[in-house]
């Protein structure tokens, strides 16, 4: 997570839009989203709310990479990142580009589906509903803590959890403003003992590339105390890089700032993640849902970095995690010496960087197969994305992404039935890893309900459907599209409890 002087480091997540800087570091158009969003280890999941702009292929998570710099050391995990929200392909994406003898895989790949099947066939993108399995829980607490053979402590299910169920809901522990990790020590020193003894029983990495003991001993030149003998100013260091180590192996980009969690903090990591963290701006907390039904007992897994490294292949994540995490990724992906989930991924950032391209700046047009060549050619591209997604187990804000371009192209196709499925499912995926208080992303314009509203102006203007009855005005504000379907998922839950009591 943490890093030297992170601000020279590569795009994080928020960055991910230029033009709403609501959350400033949130969103920018250049970068993809990366990862959790964490500084460190876990920075890079998670600013989801971030995470949903951007683009695809240029996100870093924020603390991932490490900068090589004689500045004072700093949060390594920030970068800026934030996943949470942002999504979106856009042009700026060098990093997800393949490489020069990039060769079109698509006919090797597991998913791919030849012409005749293309937009209705088994494959069917459209076919997910997304709906859970299990009642909405009753418990108060969904999680338990407990230790985990190899990974220290982790949180496992106490109860059959749902898709889209909202895990935790969480104010930050302690909070920097900058990825610069000598800032911990303020508000560290400010904690009360009790939230002191918390963050202290954090799991602890010493990065070796961030260098924190140097980082430390600079802190202390600073104070220019003469007092201090040798033994002092060791045990004074020793407190520092603990301190620091603690911060850049847990915290999450949070908004602009960077925090670590009591709770949400003992995740442990997965590349095919079950749960999706990200800080919401409108809250004020980081929230984690479940991006599957997840079984009483599992494992709850969060993915420290997503954004482009959702697509890097399994040797590339493992040196990131263990640069900066210092563990050993045995996740499925990681375990598949098939090479299945290498090629998946490796045909996914193809098709990103070809779609993102396609849609923007055409740099090595012609050195690559994958920039469609018709609009049509790119609804099934990005068809072929979500299925591959799909398959990977990939339910995040990475498939939010997809179904948008997938909807955006089918618009363009004036198939504006299969436009609009397309952004409902977006808005699904969206729903079940961020929740309904997406208020940030309604002001970006980015927000899925603004997208469904945006297709059925289309469809109403091309006479494909009636338009809506506008309401008397009255003093009482519409409800969004998310306050509706929230509502209706209330309800559908209120009865599948009903009906769970019944039988
Ligand atoms: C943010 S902490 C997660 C909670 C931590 N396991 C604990 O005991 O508090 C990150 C650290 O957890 C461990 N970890 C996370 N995911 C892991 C995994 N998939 N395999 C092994 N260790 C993991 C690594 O030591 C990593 O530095």
Redesign the pocket.
């Known amino acids: 997570m943490s890093r030297l002087r992170a601000e020279s480091a590569p795009v994080s997540l928020r960055s991910v839009f230029t033009d709403c800087d609501t959350h400033s570091t949130t969103r920018r158009s250049s970068d993809v989203s990366l990862s959790a969003g964490r500084l460190s ?2 920075s890079a999941a998670s600013s989801d709310h971030e995470a949903k702009v951007t683009t695809q292929a240029t996100t870093e998570s924020s603390t991932v990479h490490p900068v090589e710099t004689s500045q004072p050391p700093v949060c390594a995990a920030s970068p800026p990142s934030c996943l949470n929200h942002i999504y979106f392909f856009t042009r700026d994406v060098p990093d997800i580009a393949p490489p020069a003898n990039v060769k079109d895989q698509r006919s090797a790949s597991p998913a791919s589906r030849d012409e005749s099947t293309s937009s209705s066939g088994s494959l069917n993108p459209l076919a997910p509903t997304f709906t859970p399995s299990f009642p909405s829980p009753t418990a108060s607490r969904l999680y338990e803590l407990r230790e ?1 053979p ?5 949180l496992f299910a106490a109860t059959n959890i749902p898709l889209g169920a909202r895990i935790i809901c969480e104010s930050p522990l302690l909070t920097i403003s900058r990825n610069e990790l000598h800032l911990v020590w303020g508000p560290y020193c400010r904690l009360s003992n009790a939230q002191k003894k918390a963050y202290d029983s ?2 602890f ?1 010493n990065p070796p590339f961030m260098k924190l003991e140097q980082a430390g001993r600079l802190q202390l030149i600073d104070t220019n105390d003469t007092s201090l003998d040798a033994d002092d100013i060791d045990e004074i260091v020793r407190d520092h890089v603990r301190v620091m180590g603690i911060f850049a ?2 915290n999450f980009i949070s908004g602009p700032a960077f925090a670590v969690y009591e709770e949400a ?6 590349c095919i993640p079950n749960v999706h963290h990200s800080y919401n701006p409108t809250l004020k907390k980081l929230t984690v849902h479940a991006a599957r039904d997840i079984y009483a007992g599992e494992e709850l ?1 969060t993915n420290y970095v997503g954004g482009r490294f959702t697509y890097w292949p399994r040797k590339r994540r493992q040196g990131i995690l263990r640069q900066q ?7 499925v992906a990681c375990v598949d010496r098939t090479g299945q989930s290498d090629g998946r991924r490796e045909v996914m950032a193809n098709m990103a960087y070809g779609l993102m391209q396609y849609g923007g700046d055409r740099h090595g047009e012609g050195q690559n197969p994958y920039i469609p060549a018709t609009v049509d050619a790119a609804l099934r591209q990005s068809e072929d994305l979500i299925t591959l997604l799909l398959e990977e187990g990939i339910t995040n804000i990475e498939l939010c992404k997809a179904y948008r371009t997938a909807a955006q192209e089918a618009l363009k196709m004036q198939d504006y039935t299969k436009a609009r499925d397309y952004a409902l499912n977006e808005a699904e995926v969206e729903l079940n890893c961020l929740g309904a208080e997406v208020d940030d992303l309604v002001k970006c314009g980015s927000a899925a309900s603004v997208f469904i509203n945006l297709v059925e102006h289309e469809m109403v203007k091309a006479g494909a459907i009636e338009p809506a009855v506008t309401p008397r005005k009255t003093k009482k504000t519409k409800k969004t599209w998310s306050e509706r379907r929230k509502v209706k998922r209330e309800r559908e839950a209120a009865a599948q409890k009903a009906e769970a009591a019944r039988s």
């Open positions: 280890p876990n985990v190899g990974k220290g402590l982790g954090l799991h990495y192996t847990n903090s003992r995740l442990n990591h997965s897994l995490y210092g563990f050993q990724c045995a996740c």
